[in-house]
């Protein structure tokens, strides 16, 4: 039934500066852009990460970092959790070594938004087929 993300979508307050930051962080600036909204398509499968205003938010959503992880493949956690404080966001979960080669860590946004990254042994075999 679910066969991938299709697109995962994260909340900001100021859509200018997200936009800003997420173009730094991912070395790339969003390929679509509507009042409102911007996704950039990022990694090996060109996933779409998008940014909504949070005034398009629905009623009750979080406040504060919390609910689901979504965790991107990454090649080196360690390495991509530094760069992503020295940008600015916040230690969410600590670097963790889950054990068979899984290593995981989060954080959160300056905007709020949680953000996980990982090294996944299935991610890279998948990769191979």
């Known amino acids: 039934m679910l066969r991938g993300p299709a697109t995962i979508t994260f909340w ?3 859509l200018t500066a997200a936009t800003k930051w997420y ?3 991912l070395g790339t ?3 679509f852009e509507v009042p409102g909204y911007v996704e950039f398509r990022i990694g090996d499968h060109l996933a779409e990460l998008g940014l909504a205003d949070s005034r398009y938010a629905p009623g009750g959503a979080p406040a504060r970092p919390g609910g689901a992880v979504v965790h991107w493949h990454v090649d080196d956690v360690a390495e991509a959790l530094d760069r992503l404080l020295k940008f600015g966001a916040r230690p969410h979960i600590p670097l963790t070594d889950r054990g068979e080669g899984f290593v995981t860590a989060a954080v959160a946004d300056p905007f709020g938004n949680v953000l996980g990254v990982m090294y996944n042994p299935h991610y890279l075999e998948m990769l191979g087929r």
């Open 12 to 14: 900001a307050d100021d």
């Open 23 to 25: 173009t730094e962080v």
């Open 29 to 31: 600036g969003p390929y």
